[in-house]
Nanobody, 130 residues
Framework: QVRLAESGGGSVQAGGSLRLTCVAS????????MSWFRQRPGEKREGVASINADGTTTYAHAALDRFTISVDKAEKSLYLQMNGLTPDDTAMYYCAVDPVMGCRGFPHEKGLHPSDFATWGPGTRVTVSS
């Protein structure tokens, strides 16, 4: 089975940057989808960014132009570079993987639906102060 572990969260001031990492173990096929989600207390989990095995990316509106998702297939690692952070970015950030299928959904929502994923990491906390 695939297991995920996030790291790189922390506390930063508005305008700062963080780079999140998600390391996967187990078998991942030629076709996959890996995504970042975030969740605030009492709120539903929301998609941030996704990436297919072919490198195709999808971003939520809140992440567009500030965040960059990337993957290292050889290392089975997923990354999220976050720049220009604001207090609204404060949340637990989770990575998720579909190890056998590419990202699914409407063209601007591929890989951003929590219900499409069964494998999750435990999360890493991001706190942004004003």
């Amino acid at each position: 089975q695939v297991r995920l572990a996030e790291s790189g969260g922390g506390s930063v001031q508005a305008g700062g940057s963080l780079r999140l990492t998600c390391v996967a173990s187990g078998t991942i096929s030629r076709y996959f989808c890996m995504s970042w989600f975030r969740q605030r207390p009492g709120e539903k989990r929301e998609g941030v960014a996704s990436i297919n095995a072919d490198g195709t990316t999808t971003y939520a509106h809140a992440a567009l132009d500030r965040f960059t998702i990337s993957v290292d297939k050889a290392e089975k690692s997923l990354y999220l570079q976050m720049n220009g952070l604001t207090p609204d970015d404060t949340a637990m950030y989770y990575c998720a993987v579909d190890p056998v299928m590419g990202c699914r959904g409407f063209p601007h929502e591929k890989g951003l639906h929590p219900s499409d994923f069964a494998t999750w990491g435990p999360g890493t906390r991001v706190t942004v102060s004003s």
